[in-house]
């Protein structure tokens, strides 16, 4: 059940490049327990906004709170560890190991394994269970002893899914999951999201505009680094200007 508390929101997020402003006062609020996309036309500052909100590049001006924090000159690990943590659009899973041992390599942080070099490998074997569990709720438990390179492209997103549910976030924050994906994988990968999304808040650029208006509770448009028009998928859709800008061309 989605509550109208924000766990995210920035106020004023402004990125400067040497001269050129990527993103302009952007005011943005994703509620607790919603999925919220961020879409817009190539070159609108999606991923500027993303990369800003996840810690990878540091604002010129404007502030980011998460979860009452201020976290707007935090790294990226400080705020993963708070329990917001995002997937990148390239795939990003050892491909020559298998299916359970990314997912187990992934859960040694939380485990305080990441860091002990002299433990035995089979003190991994302990987190079998967790791992299984992950593999699992994502769909893979058919694949998990075959290596990752071995994955169709969309189970290969499913996997990554999984090592990032790994570190237990709150919010996870999703780079166009369905790039690349023919129709039975951007099913399955919904269906994902959705599952993963009754207990976490999920806050995704994607480009498919049938996955949004599916899944998305709210939509927010970036049209050239500000904000065009946010709310319900109905009502920015039918936003003349958000029709001008991007989704005109997209339906026609």
Not at 57 to 64: A, F, S, V, Y
Not at 73 to 86: D, H, S
Not at 102 to 129: C, E, H, K, M, Y
Not at 168 to 179: H, I
Request: net charge negative; charged share 20%; with cysteine.
């Amino acid at each position: 059940m989605a509550s109208t508390q924000p766990i995210l929101s920035a106020t004023g997020l402004t990125m400067e490049f040497r001269g050129f402003v990527a993103v302009k006062n952007v005011t943005l609020s994703v509620d607790e327990g919603t999925i919220h996309a961020l879409i817009g036309p190539n070159g609108a500052g999606k991923t500027t906004v993303f990369n800003l909100l996840t810690k990878f590049l540091t604002p010129t001006r404007g502030q980011i709170v998460y979860r009452g924090a201020d976290i707007t000159a935090m790294k990226p690990a400080e705020v993963a560890r708070l329990g917001l943590v995002r997937s990148f659009q390239i795939s990003a899973v050892f491909p020559h190991l298998t299916v359970l041992d990314n997912v187990r390599i992934a859960l040694q942080r939380p485990s305080n394994l990441a860091t002990q070099f002299w433990r035995p490998l089979s003190a991994l074997s302990g987190l079998d269970d967790r791992a299984m569990e992950l593999i699992e709720a994502v769909g893979l438990r058919a694949y998990a002893h075959l290596p990752a390179v071995e994955l169709s492209y969309g189970r290969k997103r499913a996997l990554e899914i999984a090592t990032t549910l790994a570190l237990d976030p709150a919010m996870l924050l999703l780079d166009e999951p369905m790039a690349g994906m023919g129709h039975e994988d951007i099913g399955r990968i919904s269906d994902l999201i959705r599952r993963i999304a009754q207990n976490r808040t999920v806050l995704m650029v994607e480009h498919n505009l049938n996955v949004v208006s599916d899944l998305c509770d709210r939509v927010t448009v970036l049209a050239r680094g500000e904000i065009l028009a946010d709310g319900s998928y109905d009502a920015v859709s039918a936003d003349p200007r958000v029709r001008e800008a991007y989704m005109g061309t997209e339906h026609e």
